[in-house]
Antibody, heavy 117, light 108 residues
Framework: QVQLVQSGAEVKKPGSSVKVSCKASGGTFSNYPINWVRQVPGQGLEWMGGIIPIYGTVNYAQKFQGRVTITTDDSTSTAYMELTSLRSEDTAVFYC??????????WGQGTLVTVSS | EIVLTQSPATLSVSPGERVTLSCRASQSVRNNLGWYHQKPGQAPRLLIH???TRATGVPARFSGSGSGTDFTLTIDSLEPEDFAIYFCQQGSDWPGMTFGQGTRLDIK
């Protein structure tokens, strides 16, 4: 069974960046297509992008293109999501998730990022 | 981008009742659709994938149906732990997965 454990909550200033980590266990990390999903408080879910470590391919949602970077560190089985140029509207919970087929079977516990001056 | 529209936005029901939630796609997603529920402070949990297949460990009272653009999630005999927000999600438009805006299931 795959487990995903994310880094802790962050408070950031507008204009700064945040880097959230997601450590995987329970399988072969390089085979996992790690994706990131954002949830603004009280709102729905938005797919941000995903990476397939074994191929090194990354895809981003158009909405976040240019502001988000997803990377992995195979040596520690950890994926990272960095979001730059933060604004108050980016205050949200960020989840890492692994799909099988087209749906997300495994989720991290979520990381709250608060953007406030 | 494929838009998923869920209805109703909110549903108030009593434990033991049967409910049907709807998800409509702006274009065909074939059967590449999943359903999740989410409780406060928790990550979403996958209930149904491929429109009608229950995920591992999901009780039999949950069932999904539909294909193309119209999908439903039915919950037979609601249990107290079923009161949550339900989301649909399409995986057809890779790499552009999208979610519906959610249906909130409240206790009447």
């Amino acid at each position: 069974q795959v487990q995903l454990v994310q880094s802790g909550a962050e408070v950031k200033k507008p204009g700064s960046s945040v880097k959230v980590s997601c450590k995987a266990s329970g399988g072969t990390f390089s085979n996992y297509p790690i994706n990131w999903v954002r949830q603004v408080p009280g709102q729905g879910l938005e797919w941000m992008g995903g990476i397939i470590p074994i191929y090194g391919t990354v895809n981003y949602a158009q909405k976040f293109q240019g502001r988000v970077t997803i990377t992995t560190d195979d040596s520690t089985s950890t994926a990272y999501m960095e979001l730059t140029s933060l604004r108050s509207e980016d205050t949200a919970v960020f989840y890492c998730a692994i799909p099988r087929g087209g749906t997300f079977d495994f989720w991290g516990q979520g990381t709250l990022v608060t953007v406030s001056s | 981008e494929i838009v998923l529209t869920q209805s109703p936005a909110t549903l108030s029901v009593s434990p033991g009742e049967r409910v049907t939630l709807s998800c409509r796609a702006s274009q065909s997603v074939r059967n590449n659709l999943g359903w999740y529920h989410q409780k406060p402070g928790q990550a979403p949990r996958l209930l149904i994938h491929d429109a009608s297949t229950r995920a591992t460990g999901v009780p039999a009272r949950f069932s999904g149906s539909g294909s193309g653009t119209d999908f439903t999630l039915t919950i037979d005999s609601l249990e107290p732990e079923d009161f949550a927000i339900y989301f649909c999600q399409q995986g057809s438009d890779w790499p552009g997965m999208t979610f519906g805006q959610g249906t909130r299931l409240d206790i009447k």
